[in-house]
């Protein structure tokens, strides 16, 4: 169990649906005929305010509409978990940060990421850039702890079927996503976090992501006093179900849920 730092943290949800989001395009199961704002799920992201600073983990396709809807005037740095494109084609939309904060954004992920990114926002590195393109300025995360303005940060290694991705701790919260096997000295490194934020895609098994069960299994291991569930498929079902059927501490997370601890 790592020493724990404690910092007083702010987190926000700012999408909990997996690649297609909450309703799926052309979809007319309940879920996504619903008309509860909590079966409306964007791609999965989180804000965590610690100190007045703003860190954002991953920057979907949703990117901009959960920058406006929170109202976010900063962006202090993003940090990434992988490259698939539920968690990085918002990046484009950093410009407004650019330019208000006179600054490129900081982006936090591994060199696999990094080259993704490289190869898909190719302008952005070009040598003759077109005026007004984002700025990124990219950092290494490897698997150390590693400090922005001195706030902690822990990379925790899992797997996505067979693609190495990052979660993240720092002070008492956990954000894992995308994940379907942590293995034991990484979950070492999550013990003792008072929330746990963990993708659990539905109830039947999937290749690359946790169903409720595995996910279940991981919140044995680890203890956490709280537990949100995020990443979540409209095959998962309703809300208001799903709110009945969980274990004590266990809560299915939904757009702009906000925590404080
Ligand atoms: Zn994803
Ligand atoms: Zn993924």
Redesign the pocket.
């Given at each position: 169990m790592p020493k724990l730092d404690k910092y007083k943290i702010e987190v926000t949800f700012l999408g909990t649906g997996?690649?297609q989001g909450v309703p799926v395009i052309a979809c007319n199961c309940d879920v996504c005929e619903s008309v509860d704002l909590k079966d409306k799920r964007l791609r999965?992201s989180i804000l965590i305010k610690i100190n007045g600073n703003n860190f954002v983990i991953d920057a979907g396709p949703d990117f901009r509409q959960q920058m406006l809807c929170e109202k976010i005037s900063s962006l202090r740095s993003i940090l990434l978990t992988h490259e698939?494109v539920?968690?990085i084609f918002g990046l484009d939309d950093i410009r407004s940060f650019n330019w208000i904060q006179n600054h490129p954004t900081d982006i936090y992920a591994e060199k696999r990421v990094q080259e993704a990114i490289k190869r898909i926002f190719n302008y952005v590195f070009a040598e003759y850039k077109y005026p007004g393109i984002p700025k990124m300025k990219l950092h290494s995360v490897s698997n150390k702890s590693f400090t922005i303005d001195g706030i902690r940060f822990i990379p925790i290694r899992c797997y996505h079927h067979k693609l190495p991705v990052y979660g993240y701790r720092v002070g008492d919260l956990t954000y894992i996503?995308?994940t379907n096997y942590i293995p034991d000295e990484e979950l070492e490194k999550i013990k003792g976090s008072k929330i746990l934020i963990i993708n659990a895609l539905r109830k039947e098994k999937h290749i690359s992501h946790f169903n409720l069960d595995e996910a279940l299994d991981v919140v044995e291991k680890v203890k956490p006093e709280k537990t949100f569930l995020t990443?979540i498929s409209h095959a998962f079902g309703l809300y208001s179900n799903l709110k009945e059927e969980l274990p004590e501490d266990v809560y299915s997370a939904y757009d702009g849920l906000r925590l404080e601890f």
């Open positions: 997996t690649s999965s698939h539920d968690h996503t995308d990443h």
